[in-house]
């Protein structure tokens, strides 16, 4: 039998859990389908010391265990496995995971994003121990020290110049002699003099995995074939991200990158269904907004449901108020 739920939420990083939260506190009884890697991205991370409220920081799984027990605490239902097929044609939506079949009146997508990795093993045990691909996030623990970067967009130049405001050198490696990036950007990083290029060039590994911390790289020339080693604290992976929204392409507007499409902050091109933190931002990326735009996809949930609530017992049409908003009116005339 199919489980019944008035609001779902698919993710449970920092979007999706503080979702839960307002939405459990508004007596909705969420349910969130965590996914495989519950927590999102802040369970790779080590120590989180931007997000409000810990002067002495947090580590990334912790921060976010507690979010989990936050929401459980005020009655949020959670389910350990992943959205394998979502419907978003009917109503109510249809959310089916390995084992389970929810239908579900309103929606919150906080999927997130995936940084793009170099696919290196190196890369992936070195995570969290000098390797990143959050420059804004973890510049500061490099402050004086001598760092590499990937890339060849407005985003790795980006996040070249904004390491130089705590790295003593930043290096910035890409496999091309030409950069995908706006002039502007490519001049203002050409012009900072503590950046440096390592052109038609890619890391063909990170050191030192035995050491547990990044301690060098090796670096293969693609026009000669040397690989030469050169000492380093940390790296910087800045060669974009990936939406988690493959399921629902062709259901709900993205742009041209995968991302979900939103108005007033978390409205969908589908009425009755929100979408909140990476899976939709493009531009910040980071704990507290995606928390921001959970806490505000949650509050629209709770005000559509309850539109349709004052709906069904009233024959009347929208009221001024909704005509004042074409999006939440068509929310309201939903179905």
């Given at each position: 039998?199919a489980i019944?739920?008035k609001l779902?939420?698919?993710?449970?990083g920092?979007a999706g859990l503080?979702?839960a939260?307002y939405?459990?506190r508004?007596n909705?009884?969420?349910?969130v389908?965590?996914?495989l890697?519950?927590?999102?991205q802040?369970?790779?991370t080590?120590?989180?010391?931007n997000?409000p409220?810990f002067?002495n920081?947090i580590l990334g799984?912790t921060?976010m265990?507690?979010?989990h027990?936050?929401?459980?605490?005020?009655?949020?239902?959670?389910i350990y496995?992943?959205a394998e097929?979502?419907?978003?044609?009917?109503?109510p939506f249809?959310?089916q995971?390995s084992g389970?079949?929810i239908?579900?009146?309103t929606?919150i997508?906080?999927t997130?994003a995936q940084a793009?990795?170099?696919?290196?093993?190196s890369e992936?045990?070195?995570?969290?121990r000098g390797v990143?691909?959050?420059?804004?996030?973890?510049?500061?623990?490099?402050?004086?020290k001598?760092?590499?970067?990937?890339?060849?967009?407005?985003t790795?130049?980006?996040?070249?110049v904004f390491l130089?405001r705590?790295?003593?050198?930043v290096?910035?490696v890409?496999?091309?002699?030409f950069?995908r990036a706006?002039?502007?950007?490519?001049d203002?990083?050409r012009?900072?003099k503590?950046?440096?290029?390592?052109?038609?060039?890619?890391?063909?590994?990170?050191?030192d995995v035995n050491?547990?911390?990044?301690t060098?790289?090796?670096?293969?020339d693609?026009?000669?074939?040397e690989?030469?080693?050169?000492?380093?604290d940390?790296?910087?992976?800045?060669?974009?991200?990936?939406?988690?929204?493959d399921l629902f392409?062709?259901?709900i507007?993205m742009n041209?990158?995968?991302?979900i499409?939103?108005?007033d902050g978390?409205?969908?091109?589908?009425?009755?269904?929100?979408?909140?933190?990476?899976v939709?931002?493009e531009?910040?990326k980071?704990a507290?907004t995606?928390a921001?735009t959970?806490?505000?996809?949650?509050?629209?949930?709770?005000w559509?449901?309850?539109?349709?609530e004052g709906?069904?017992?009233?024959?009347n049409?929208?009221?001024e108020s909704d005509k004042?908003?074409p999006?939440?009116a068509?929310a309201?005339m939903?179905?």
């Open positions: 039998m019944r739920k779902t939420i698919l993710g449970s920092a503080t979702a939260i939405a459990a508004a909705l009884e969420p349910l389908i965590q996914g890697q519950a927590g999102g802040l369970t790779i080590s120590d989180v010391e997000f409220g002067p920081g799984p921060l265990e507690e979010m027990k936050q929401a459980e605490r005020f009655g949020t239902q959670f496995d992943n097929l979502v419907d978003l044609t009917t109503r249809v959310v995971t389970e079949e239908r579900t009146d929606l997508i906080a997130g793009k990795w170099l696919g290196l093993d992936q045990k070195l995570m969290g990143s691909a959050c420059a804004t996030c973890d510049g500061f623990f490099f402050r004086d001598v760092v590499f970067i990937v890339g060849g967009g407005d790795a130049m980006e996040e070249a130089t705590f790295a003593t050198s290096t910035l890409h496999r091309r002699d950069f706006s002039k502007i950007m490519i203002r990083a012009n900072n503590k950046i440096k290029f390592q052109l038609n060039s890619v890391i063909e590994d990170i050191l050491k547990g911390e990044v060098g790289v090796r670096i293969k693609l026009q000669n074939g690989v030469t080693e050169y000492p380093c940390g790296v910087f992976i800045a060669i974009g991200h990936h939406p988690n929204s392409r062709g259901q507007k041209e990158n995968g991302y499409e939103t108005t978390v409205l969908t091109s589908i009425p009755g269904v929100f979408a909140a933190g990476d939709q931002d531009i910040y980071q507290v995606a921001g959970g806490c505000a996809a949650a509050l629209e949930a709770q559509y449901l309850e539109r349709e709906k069904d017992s009233s024959s049409p929208p009221g004042a908003n999006q939440k068509t309201v939903h179905e």
